[in-house]
């Protein structure tokens, strides 16, 4: 079945640096999702990118979706405190399954 | 937040034992998709339920079944608990299930199986 790994697993940075996470599915992907996890928390919905080698940004956050629709990136410029959490993403196949990743645990040291 | 919401918030099981989740959905939608997440792991899908009707199912045994009303409220009930179960379960409404559709997730209830 369908496998979704995402790189790295933890990543501490100090404020300011720059953080990415990567994601790689077995199978081409119908689109793919971003979700921010706080501790404690919910999946929170960031982003979906549906067109292969799409670019996305919001303020300091940019998504890439590669051009086979296998892989993407969330890159987050010179993080914040606020940014602390679990970064996922999920694939959807060509049906109805979002299957997510493991996740990158960002901790941000000020 | 979301609008969809979740009950109850904690609970605490034996094994062995049933327990049925609930879910409200978003206002408008008619899908609802339940996931598991163990402690440090990704959402896991367990299945979809579009009008009452379930949509597709991951990889999870026939003792997770679930239901949908008319409302397009839902519930979640696991049958004979093992200490495997304990994990996050959480709840995601979309407007009709498509493959494209943005899934809004509830705060979860948290299951522990002693």
């Known amino acids: 079945g369908q496998q979704v790994m995402q790189i790295p697993q933890y990543q501490h940075v100090q404020e300011g640096e720059d953080f990415t996470t990567y994601c790689n599915s077995s199978t081409t992907l119908s689109n793919i999702q971003w979700y921010k996890q706080r501790p404690g928390g919910h999946p929170v919905f960031l982003i979906q990118l549906v067109k292969s080698g799409e670019v996305k940004k919001q303020k300091r956050l940019t998504f890439q979706f590669g051009e086979a629709k296998k892989n993407s990136s969330l890159h987050i410029t010179a993080t914040q405190t606020t940014d602390v959490g679990t970064y996922f993403c999920a694939g959807m196949e060509y049906g109805n399954k979002l299957v997510f990743g493991a996740g990158t645990i960002l901790r941000v040291k000020s | ?114």
């Open chain 2, 1 to 114: 937040e979301t609008g969809v919401t979740q009950s109850p918030t904690h609970l605490i099981k034996t094994r062995g034992q049933q327990v049925t989740l609930r879910c409200s959905s978003q206002s408008g939608h008619n899908t609802v998709s339940w996931y598991q997440q163990a402690l440090g792991q990704g959402p896991q899908f367990i299945f979809q339920y579009y009008r009452e009707e379930e949509n597709g199912r991951g990889n999870f045994p026939p003792r997770f079944s679930g239901l949908q009303f008319p409302n397009y409220s839902s519930e979640l009930n696991v049958n004979a608990l093992e200490l495997d179960d304990s994990a996050l379960y959480l709840c995601a409404s979309s407007l009709s299930g498509g493959a494209q559709e943005t899934q809004y997730f509830g705060p979860g209830t948290r299951l522990l199986v002693l």
